[in-house]
């Protein structure tokens, strides 16, 4: 670290049972570090000021690239403590000039991070996606349909079609709130998240359910099971899963989010 470095703060935990990996680095390529205060635990990293002061981090949050790439580094080092504790995970690119500057936060905000750790203790987050797929992709494997012998005849295609694609939302509709009331009952807490944007995620499909669960770590196994056992139960939708990830979706203060469930 150099005079001119600031501390950047990935998230807060209570002291680690276990070191993190020797070779671990974030960002910056700088490797994190802990910083105890008041029985809490900051973890931090050294960034240059040039790049994480104010002007110009407000500059750099708006190149994709930089941001993908720092965003990476943050979240590698979040699932890094997620596998030797639960974390509670902090804002990308919450800085600090220097170490009394993260031990005020973590005294201003004491209650708040003890609080939140009382909820994330021994859970992580599952997040869960269903997706009705592109006509085109179903279109692969449905069979050839003949050409329109008239006019009537084809007006008549039209209207199956636009049937067919009312019976397909309404189907995908009602498997998404099945789904969720289904894990909901099963985590600690639920939310759902706005739909993805499919250009954004560059994703194929329309996004039904955007959720995460919290979920206990010993029955993880359980609720990865029980969400594969939907994949394949609807034809022309799509069920993704992902995790397990450090209780990002319930960091905040309890009730922030929908479908809380304790």
């Known amino acids: 670290m150099t005079t001119d470095d600031l501390r950047y703060v990935y998230a807060v935990c209570r002291p680690l049972a276990a070191p993190l990996q020797a070779e671990l680095t974030g960002v910056a390529g700088a490797p994190p570090a802990q910083l105890e205060h008041h029985g809490l635990v900051a973890i931090v990293g050294s960034v240059p000021e040039r790049d994480f002061a104010e002007v110009p981090l407000r500059a750099h949050m708006e190149d994709l690239d930089w ?4 965003a990476r580094a943050h979240q590698n080092v979040v699932a890094a403590l997620t596998t030797v504790t639960s974390p509670l ?5 919450t800085v600090f000039r220097d170490d009394s500057g993260v031990r005020t936060m973590l005294e201003q905000e ?4 003890r609080a939140g750790l009382d909820r994330l203790e021994g859970r992580v987050e599952w997040g869960v996606k269903v997706y009705v797929e592109e006509p085109s992709a179903q279109a692969q494997t449905a069979p050839a349909t003949p050409a329109a012998s008239s006019g009537r005849d084809y007006l008549r295609r039209l209207r199956a079609e636009r049937t067919a694609r009312d019976d397909t939302w309404q189907r995908a509709e009602r498997f998404a709130q099945e789904l969720h009331d289904d894990l909901a009952r099963y985590a600690a807490a ?3 998240h706005p739909p993805q944007n499919p250009e954004l995620s560059r994703t194929s499909g329309r996004n039904v359910l955007n959720a995460a669960y919290l979920v206990e770590r010993a029955t993880s196994e359980e609720f990865v ?8 139960r609807e034809p022309g939708l799509r069920v993704e899963l992902t995790g397990p990830w450090a209780g990002y979706s319930f960091s905040g203060p309890v009730g922030d989010e929908g479908g809380e469930r304790e």
């Open 190 to 192: 639920g939310r759902i």
């Open 110 to 113: 004491e209650d708040r991070f």
């Open 67 to 70: 941001l993908t790439e720092t």
């Open 89 to 93: 995970p902090l804002r990308l690119a």
């Open 225 to 232: 099971e029980r969400v594969d056992a939907t994949k394949d």
